[in-house]
């Protein structure tokens, strides 16, 4: 076996043996509580530029298939597994993850020091890293340097690096009910599903969309997606959006969307100390008071005022979802306007499924709209 090491930028460092591509790779260090879904997380293009480590101990038993990417790539800066699996068990699989991580140049590392990872982790918070193999292993104090000459997750504009170069339509599943124009800041492919499953004729446009481009589809409804990097860099399309609230015309936002529609409201946003990432995320609806278990990526979030409705230049707002493992802002939603948002992911392939009726509450803002 190949050895490897995984280094991170406050010096600590973990041994292991080379898992996919080897070479060297940076990214911020992130860890993934889903038990499932491994293959759904290497393909969301909100991973761009993260290492992410896995925290269930066994991962590709069910190899990789060509049915459940969720864009056209792996998007993960690197990927970290206690064990992998020894055989791929299933009617659907095409490949090893293994042979998957090394077809498209993605080095990553199994050590069996995953929980102690996590534990630093979420004591010191998401940080630089890097993982070295094969001719690019060196001495730790070199590695570490190279960590810390790598960019930070603050301040990176990724989402235009993800998003589509050109528009494309979904279309609608059988009768066309709604158009809806949706704005690809690293979007997953079952986003744009779940809306043609609803009757919605998708227009998916690429990150840059000015307002203009947006209306220019005479849109139904407008869609902002999820997607990586710092929302305070996306100014572009904050101020697409902003024209889009201002024509009244009814909005959703997921994940990066949420981060993207708070700061169109007046809001702040801000880094969180390790981010939520995984399927098993309590957050609760504040009007019916039901809590959801939902699916999570992301490692900012809108800094909102949870005690009322507070003032935007769009009418009332306030905060409709909290999450109840630290109390962060969950969902935004417009009293006076058609607007609402979430930061999790109610597509949320590979699931769970619980917010899926966000996609109907979507449809009835457009009806709403157009009766």
């Known amino acids: 076996m190949t050895e490897a090491a995984l280094v991170l930028e406050d010096g600590r460092i973990f041994r292991g043996s080379a898992y996919g591509a080897e070479g060297e790779t940076f990214g911020e260090m992130v860890f993934n509580t889903g038990m499932t879904g491994y293959q759904e997380t290497l393909t969301d293009p909100s991973y761009h530029r993260q290492i992410v480590a896995m925290t269930a101990p066994h991962i590709g038993n069910t190899g990789v298939n060509d049915e459940d990417p969720e864009s056209g790539r792996i998007w993960v800066a690197g990927y970290v597994v206690r064990e992998p699996a020894r055989v791929a068990s299933n009617w659907r699989s095409r490949r090893t993850l293994d042979e998957a991580l090394r077809e498209q140049g993605v080095v990553g590392i199994a050590m069996p020091g995953t929980r102690a990872l996590t534990r630093h982790l979420r004591e010191r918070g998401a940080m630089r890293a890097g993982v070295f193999s094969g001719d690019a292993l060196a001495a730790g104090e070199e590695l570490v340097e190279r960590v810390r000459r790598s960019p930070s997750m603050v301040g990176a504009d990724l989402a235009p690096e993800v998003s589509t170069a050109e528009p494309y339509v979904v279309e609608a ?16 492919a079952m986003t744009p599903y ?36 710092d929302p305070a860099t996306a100014d572009y399309a904050v101020e697409a959006l902003r024209g889009v609230l201002e024509a ?21 946003t801000y880094k969180l100390r390790y981010g939520h ?37 769009y009418g009332r707002a306030e905060v409709s979802h909290v999450n109840l493992n630290d109390g962060c802002v969950e969902g935004l939603r417009l009293l006076d306007a058609p607007g609402f948002s979430v930061q999790y992911h109610p597509e949320a392939a590979a699931g769970p499924h619980d917010a899926a009726g966000l996609f109907d509450d979507f449809c009835e803002l457009m009806e709403k709209k157009s009766a």
């Open 173 to 188: 599943h059988g009768e066309k009910r709604f158009t809806v124009a949706a704005v690809d800041l690293g979007i997953k």
């Open 194 to 229: 779940r809306m043609a499953q609803r009757g919605c004729e998708v227009h998916v446009l690429p990150a840059h969309s000015t307002t203009e481009d947006i209306l220019a589809v005479n849109p139904d409804g407008v869609f902002f997606s999820n997607g990586p990097g």
């Open 248 to 268: 009244k015309v009814p909005f959703f936002g997921i994940c990066f969307g949420n981060q993207i529609f708070g700061r169109a409201l007046g809001l702040g």
């Open 277 to 313: 990432r995984g399927v098993n995320q309590p957050v609760r609806d504040r009007h019916t008071g039901r809590v959801h278990i939902t699916s999570h990526n992301h490692g900012f979030a809108v800094d909102a005022p949870a005690d009322g409705p507070f003032a935007t230049p």
